[in-house]
């Protein structure tokens, strides 16, 4: 019936006719020595003294609406001088920009600052882009401390001991976010938990972040949202980056980044990243470490080749190796891992990946084209949780091969194509005897229209058709909807489902630091939900000065969904399919502003209530909050030689499972506290690098004793996974970045 409704929406929707607004299209390129012209993706591009933005496309392509506001176009690159444009004399024809790189000056004068976050207007799925900017206002050690100023996703520790974190959109865990390195769906399974903590924050260029279902040729994985990571790319990358870190709690990191034109068409880029904690710190004196010793060796070796003006290959290959070490302090390893020795919890990580992408361009028409899209991963871990040990290792493939063009004319555009998914996925945990052995091969097919009647609507429906080896065949429909009601009002519609294959275990392997049992259902089914949104963005004028104001609402109702059911005891976790309702709905408002110049505040407020039926209980989900607020601060001197950021974290009460069956000293809360959290940072800039000091939860706040049974961890009652705060203390951390372009 879904389907039915949806297929009638997408035949009635065509027929509406709406104003026409007037726009600036425009295309962002860099001239090479050849006389070839590069198109630069990403670049940004938007109006002076606004907030009002966008960002090229994949072939440098832009389209941004013409406002009363401001007459001169800013348009900026990492790595790119920046360039101003005055419109006053635009005569409706498309704008060939082009960029040139920034070379060293005895004297350079920066006129204005970098946006932060970017709204995309023109995209009828709701997504922002958070730049290198947005990154530099933080630690940002990794992908996964990347939102601390971001209001719609949350990051959080999932255990007070493997230092896994746990994150949410939408009100709902990471597992329903398609999470994606440069449009290659990545970090699933074995990788969902600590997927986060191997993309170092210097390598990214920038994340686009998009609510509700995605794009059907990306796959039908996402329900709740897509994350998407660039990487810092060859033909734009500096020729040398070094960024250099160091904390309070004993963590030292070195990232390095090398890039070089080997001829007018080819460029290669190495990226690395090391990390090490070898310090033993229990400043809460339960003698478990209060963060897990940590070494990291990261690397990618990516290649960019344009082979002629019309195709285009990039490449490249990554390796992680990682040893994870949490658990108590006085851990001997030259003795048995048995109930003599100390509770410790081990993981052994090493990963490798694989990508490719090919491109080509029709000669006579560059508005159709063919891409193929590859990716492979290898991913491998043994670990032991006390005396259990889990080794898992997981292959996966993804090929995509889509085709883009055009009905008639380019107010009919559509992308159909073909996809292939080959997941071997294998894993066993001890004492519990629990295990998987499941090969996944999924051949798709899909094609996605757009129509573009005018400037001020875009409707994108999308339906792709899969046959799963295991779930048999299934269609997922979707439908995004953009409509410009006013020169600076714009809503959005979304209606779509998505699926997924659970992993009960690698997917929870957190909830392995505890003495809970785990019990699965042996009947397990692909999780399936609904998600619709409705989200309005208006910009405004007040005090002479722009405001961005957004409000949006989204709902997720599951068909079937696989519980994680801590209620049922306190010594077992039960995974088995729904049984009744489950849905999510999340309501939230932002407000963008700059009440002076180079100071920029962004304040938002978001509800969340999710339930479910857990436990023959129709009740809410644990550790989701039921608010959460933010207001962050940035202030930049002139020429942007100093930076001070400060951000302000409230977070509401969430459900936590019971304990009442515990002794009562291993009983705690059933709801969390309201807390709030404020992190800040300086950043002093010079002519090719800048030093920065921070310091994270300001208010040395934390949860009191997050460890159950912590005298005793090989007992019944031992539970590191009950955390609803934050379990470390003040942190200070310090910072160099050095940039050759």
């Not at 994340?207 to 994350?227: F, L, M, R």
């Not at 090969?439 to 429906?461: F, H, M, R, S």
């Amino acid at each position: 019936m879904k389907i039915k409704i949806i297929t009638l929406m997408l035949l009635f929707v065509p027929f509406l006719s709406m104003a026409k607004g007037t726009v600036i299209k425009g295309k962002i390129v860099e001239k090479q020595d050849s006389g070839e012209a590069i198109p630069l993706a990403g670049a940004s591009i938007f109006w002076k003294n606004t907030s009002i933005g966008t960002a090229a496309n994949m072939d440098g392509n832009f389209t941004i609406d013409i406002i009363n506001d401001s007459k001169t176009l800013v348009v900026q690159f990492v790595g790119y001088k920046t360039k101003e444009i005055n419109i006053d004399d635009y005569n409706n024809q498309e704008l060939l920009i082009e960029l040139y790189p920034n070379i060293e000056l005895n004297e350079v004068v920066v006129s204005e600052r970098k946006l932060g976050t970017i709204l995309d207007r023109d995209n009828p799925i709701q997504s922002q882009s958070i730049t290198g900017a947005e990154l530099c206002k933080a630690a940002c050690c990794n992908l996964s401390e990347s939102f601390e100023t971001n209001a719609s996703v949350d990051v959080s520790y999932a255990d007070a001991a493997t230092g896994a974190k746990s994150i949410k959109l939408l009100g709902l865990t990471g597992k329903y976010i398609e999470m994606m390195t440069e449009k290659n769906p990545n970090f699933k399974g074995l990788a969902s938990v600590y997927g986060m903590v191997y993309v170092p924050g210097p390598w990214m260029e920038s994340i686009q972040v998009s609510k509700g279902v995605g794009s059907v040729i990306n796959g039908y994985e996402s329900i709740t949202g897509q994350i998407n990571i660039n990487y810092m790319r060859p033909q734009s990358a500096p020729k040398f980056y070094l960024n250099t870190f160091a904390n309070s709690m004993g963590m030292a990191e070195v990232n390095m980044i090398a890039s070089a034109k080997l001829s007018p068409k080819l460029s290669t880029a190495i990226l690395a990243h090391g990390q090490d904690n070898d310090r033993e710190i229990d400043h809460n004196h339960d003698m478990f470490l209060d963060d897990p010793m940590v070494t990291q060796y990261n690397f990618i070796n990516r290649w960019n080749w344009d082979a002629s003006e019309f195709f285009k290959v990039q490449f490249g290959a990554k390796f992680i190796d990682e040893q994870r070490i949490g658990g108590q302090k006085g851990f001997k390893k030259d003795q048995p891992n048995d109930l003599n020795n100390a509770y410790r919890i081990n993981i052994d990580t090493r990963r490798y990946e694989a990508f490719a992408k090919f491109g080509y361009i029709m000669p006579n028409d560059d508005d159709r084209s063919f891409a193929l899209i590859t990716n492979f991963a290898s991913h491998e871990q043994n670990s032991f949780y006390g005396l259990r040990n889990y080794d898992a290792e997981q292959k996966y493939f993804y090929a995509n091969l889509l085709f883009q063009s055009y009905i008639g004319n380019l107010k009919h555009k559509y992308t159909a194509g073909l996809s292939y998914v080959y997941d071997d996925f294998k894993d066993y945990l001890s004492i519990d005897n629990l295990g998987t052995d499941r090969t996944e091969k999924v051949t798709g097919a899909y094609v996605e229209y757009t129509w573009l009647p005018n400037d001020n609507i875009t409707l994108q429906t999308g339906l792709r058709y899969d046959d799963h080896n295991i779930y048999g065949g299934f269609v997922t429909p979707r439908l995004h909807f953009r409509y410009q009601f006013a020169p600076k009002t714009t809503a959005r519609l979304a209606i779509g489902s998505g699926r997924r294959t659970s992993n009960p275990i690698a997917e929870n392997s957190f909830l392995l630091a505890s003495s809970r049992s785990l019990e699965i259902a042996e009947d397990l089914k692909q999780e399936k939900a609904w998600n619709f949104g409705l989200s309005l963005t208006q910009y405004f004028d007040l005090f002479d000065r722009g405001f961005t104001l957004s409000a949006d609402f989204y709902r997720t109702v599951f068909d079937n969904q696989i519980i994680t059911d801590l209620d049922h005891s306190v010594d077992k976790v039960r995974f088995y399919n729904l049984d009744g309702k489950s849905w999510a709905n999340n309501y939230q408002v932002e407000l963008k502003f700059a009440p002076v110049d180079r100071f920029d505040v962004t304040t938002a407020i978001r509800f969340s209530d999710v339930k479910a039926d857990i436990n023959n209980q129709f009740q809410k989900v644990p550790y989701v909050n039921r608010f959460k607020g933010l207001i962050t601060t940035s202030y930049a001197t002139n020429f942007n030689k100093w930076q001070f950021d400060f951000t302000t974290q409230f977070n509401g009460d969430m459900r936590i499972p019971s304990t009442k069956a515990n002794p009562e000293q291993h009983q705690r809360r059933e709801k969390s506290p309201v807390y709030a959290l404020m992190n800040a940072q300086i950043t002093k800039r010079f002519k090719i690098w800048e030093i920065y000091v921070g310091a994270e939860n300001i208010g040395n706040y934390t949860q009191k004793n997050p460890i159950i049974g912590a005298t005793d961890p090989f007992g019944d009652y031992f539970d590191a996974s009950m955390i609803w705060g934050p379990i470390q203390e003040r942190k200070f951390y310090v910072g160099l970045r050095l940039t050759i372009e």
